[in-house]
């Protein structure tokens, strides 16, 4: 049996998307084709929500913030704005589309390690919920901002917590070694606290910590909430405030392949609360409001690239290419990360998967892979190619490399599509030469 993620079946052969045919979907909307299940999104962002009731003490003890660099465009600030959530930007391009989403500001986390003087300020100006404060130099910037602007803010502040975790590893050290955030052991952190305790305008009211991505074990952010706990107790026995929000950040991983076996955002509350609240009791603390920042793990798995096969080379006793007719434009994470992905042809899935094959790009750049050494049905040109997984930091991570259009994103819910990003055409791609 094929591996399948949520809303994904076969009907005669055909793999189907929420409902929709994607071999149809392909023809109507085009190739390369980015195609996204509302249904399966809204369903993590409710899970998600309730691992918040179930186990921090009700729904206001909580909020989940969605991460948009895995994936931005004006369709799904509406639809997180719908869901009660709130989302993360990292740039003036991300809060300008959320902005022009109608996004509420107070509900956006301001994220970056070298934001700049025009980006705070139109943070500030937009009245932002938070910004999350990274370093002296942005600290500085932002006194001057508001007491020019004469402007009161909140702020988050990102701290090393000396966790540092990728899929199946992780490591407790130092790991003072990163360009974000502030160190605890080199009592950086609590200098920076001391500091904005003495500037009127800005607010400090939530700790944040993010220690990786495609994360598949609970442990990490175990550790990670206790150190955040620990530090909490250290500044309000230092300074005697007592800060009351914990962000967690985000990390949590999701399933490429079928063996992909990451735990469900229950099972990672569950033992995430359990240690703050040990910690809590420990330190005679109150419970914080707590904030996890999930990207992958919302959008991940409920996107589907949509490819058309072109020219494949059979190489005796080496490996056969199999050719797109998109790329590391479209998708550049195994170009990137050797990213494991599923690959099917969406017109013969019940076919036996038992050719081997490398899946490249069209882009001129021999890195330009999707996957090597996928099993598929034997493949031909004009086949259907759906890889599996492609929600998060596809698109968002799309380029104009060789001036290839980036293709169309469209939206499934309820078997029901509609386009919600056009498709580049070549005179956009001429739009700012002169
Ligand atoms: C990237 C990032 C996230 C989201 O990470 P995912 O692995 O997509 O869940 C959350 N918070 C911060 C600060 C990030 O940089």
Redesign the pocket.
């Known amino acids: 049996m094929v591996f399948l993620t949520e809303g994904l079946s076969v009907n005669k052969g055909h793999l189907k998307i929420n409902g929709c045919d994607a071999v149809d979907l392909a023809h109507e909307f085009g190739t390369p084709l980015y195609v996204m299940n509302e249904n399966a999104i809204r369903n993590r962002c409710v899970e998600y929500k309730k691992s918040i009731e179930d186990y921090c003490g009700g729904s206001g003890k909580g909020k989940i913030i969605y ?1 948009s ?2 994936f931005s465009c004006l369709e799904i600030y509406r639809i997180m704005r719908d869901e009660g959530l709130g989302i ?1 930007v ?1 740039s003036e391009g991300e809060l300008y589309t959320a902005l022009k989403a109608n996004f509420p500001a107070r509900d956006i986390h301001f ?1 970056g390690n070298n934001k700049t003087f025009n980006e705070l300020f139109m943070a500030v100006k937009n009245n932002v919920g938070r910004i999350v404060l990274d370093n002296f130099c942005e600290l500085k910037m932002l006194e001057k901002i508001c007491s020019e602007y004469g402007k009161k803010i909140d702020i988050a502040m990102r701290i090393k917590p000396g966790v540092s975790a990728h899929t199946h590893e992780f490591i407790r050290t130092g790991q003072i070694d990163s360009k974000f955030g502030f160190a605890i052991e080199t009592g950086e952190a609590m200098r920076a606290i001391k500091y904005i305790g003495q500037i009127d305008q800005i607010n400090l009211k939530e700790l944040h910590c ?1 220690i990786g ?2 994360i598949f074990d609970v442990e990490p952010f175990v550790l990670a909430a206790q150190v955040m706990m620990d530090f909490i107790s250290s500044i309000r026995s230092e300074i005697g405030i007592t800060i009351k929000e914990l962000n967690l ?4 991983g999701i399933a490429y392949t079928k063996n992909d076996n990451p735990p469900s955002c229950e099972d990672y509350m569950k033992f995430i609360s359990k240690a703050i609240r040990e910690k809590a009791r420990d330190f005679n603390l109150p419970m914080p409001y707590l904030y996890l ?5 919302i959008v991940g798995e409920a996107g589907v690239t949509l490819y058309t096969v072109g020219a494949i080379k059979e190489i005796p006793n080496i490996r056969t290419w199999v050719s797109i007719d998109g790329g590391m434009c479209d998708n550049p994470r195994y170009a990137l990360y050797r990213s494991d992905y599923t690959a099917l042809i969406a017109n013969k899935v019940e076919k036996d998967n038992d050719f081997k094959v490398t899946i490249a790009g069209k882009c001129c750049e021999s890195g330009d892979l999707i996957q090597e050494n996928a099993w598929i049905p034997k493949p031909k040109p004009g086949d259907i190619m759906a890889i599996i997984s492609t929600g ?1 930091y596809n698109y968002s991570m799309a380029s104009n490399y060789n001036r290839i259009p980036k293709p169309a994103v469209v939206m499934l819910k309820d078997g029901k599509a509609r386009l919600i990003v056009k498709r580049q055409t070549l005179d956009d791609l001429l739009k700012n030469d002169l």
Request: glycine share 22%; proline share 5%; net charge neutral.
């Open positions: 991460a660099k895995a993360d990292v994220h993010h991505s495609q950040g985000g990390g949590f920042e999930p990207g992958r793990s998060a």
